[in-house]
């Protein structure tokens, strides 16, 4: 399966852009295969600089000497989405401990509380299955929204709307599982359904709990299911606002974006629009 993702930014008059730093590479622990990857910047005439940052994700850093009335971004990656035995499922990152601060909560409101009360509840020898039990909760108490602003509500906010979008219920879970002492962490990237019609592709956001023995273990919060091989994760972090996948500074001006995927498969082609931008 190919994957072509364009974010395209229009100005109104020649702008000046800062530093602009892009997180739309997938990195080397990626569950899922990745067969090839390609980024095109536009227009001509900038500078690119792969990096990692704290946690490990790939950045480009792409800077231009002049000004633009433009900016696009094209991503093209071939991803072997092939299922795997349960046995054979790889690990995400790191199995040894990771730092304390993934397991460093905010305070905890009355809703939250009261959730967590029925989370502490739930018993299990497999400390996989506890979780995807908590994970379930979360996905049949909180109906999945789109909501097209930018930002996160609070876990607080998320439980009493009782609604939310995926960022917004992964924030809820990794709440609760750092008040319960288990590290957890946010993920940016590319959920990709080739079953789901003509095959749909989305930004999206889960989360990522640390499992002793197993390491990195993706959890979807909207479906209340584990991540599978079409989770392909593009950034992770402590935080939410840590993994948006363009961010930079620029002129005061009037800007419109426009983001769009197309899927191929076998000689065939769909194009799905991104509804929910996560962080964009």
Same mark, same amino acid.
């Given at each position: 399966?190919?994957l072509v ?7 109104? !008059? ?15 622990t @990626? ?10 910047? +536009? ?45 054979? !499922? ?10 304390? %601060? ?11 509380? %009261?959730?967590?009360?029925d ?23 909180i109906?999945?929204?789109? !909501?097209?602003?930018?930002? &996160? ?16 219920? #992964? ?6 599982l ?17 079953? %789901?019609?003509?095959? %749909? @592709?989305? +930004?999206? #956001?889960w989360?990522?709990?640390h ?14 299911l ?9 950034? &992770? ?5 840590? &993994?948006?996948? &363009? ?5 005061? @001006? ?27």
């Amino acid at each position: 399966m190919t994957l072509v993702h364009r974010t395209s930014y229009r100005y109104d !008059r020649p702008v000046s852009l800062g530093p602009q730093t892009i997180r739309l590479r997938p990195d080397a622990t @990626c569950p899922t295969p990745i067969a090839s990857y390609a980024m095109d910047i +536009l227009p001509h005439g900038h500078q690119r600089t792969w990096r990692h940052d704290a946690f490990g994700n790939h950045e480009a850093c792409v800077t231009f000497g002049q000004k633009v009335r433009h900016f696009d971004i094209t991503v093209r990656l071939t991803a072997d989405l092939a299922p795997l035995a349960p046995g054979l !499922r790889p690990r995400t990152g790191a199995l040894g401990s990771p730092p304390a %601060a993934f397991t460093q909560p905010l305070p905890a409101g009355p809703h939250l509380r %009261a959730f967590l009360a029925d989370a502490m509840a739930i018993h299990d020898p497999d400390p996989v299955a506890r979780l995807v039990a908590i994970n379930r909760m979360i996905a049949t108490r909180i109906a999945y929204r789109t !909501r097209m602003e930018t930002g &996160v509500w609070e876990a607080e906010e998320t439980l009493a709307r009782q609604t939310g979008s995926c960022r917004d219920s #992964a924030w809820l879970f990794i709440q609760v599982l750092r008040h319960m002492g288990i590290a957890a962490r946010f993920v940016s990237g590319y959920l990709i359904q080739p079953d %789901a019609g003509d095959a %749909a @592709c989305d +930004l999206h #956001a889960w989360a990522q709990a640390h499992v002793p023995g197993r390491g990195w273990v993706g959890f979807d919060t909207t479906s209340g299911l584990l991540a599978s091989q079409g989770h392909i994760p593009l950034a &992770v972090a402590l935080r939410p606002e840590q &993994v948006a996948p &363009v961010s930079g500074l620029l002129d005061s @001006c009037n800007a419109t974006l426009d983001v769009s995927m197309t899927l191929h498969r076998n000689g065939h082609h769909g194009d799905t629009k991104v509804t929910d931008p996560e962080g964009q």
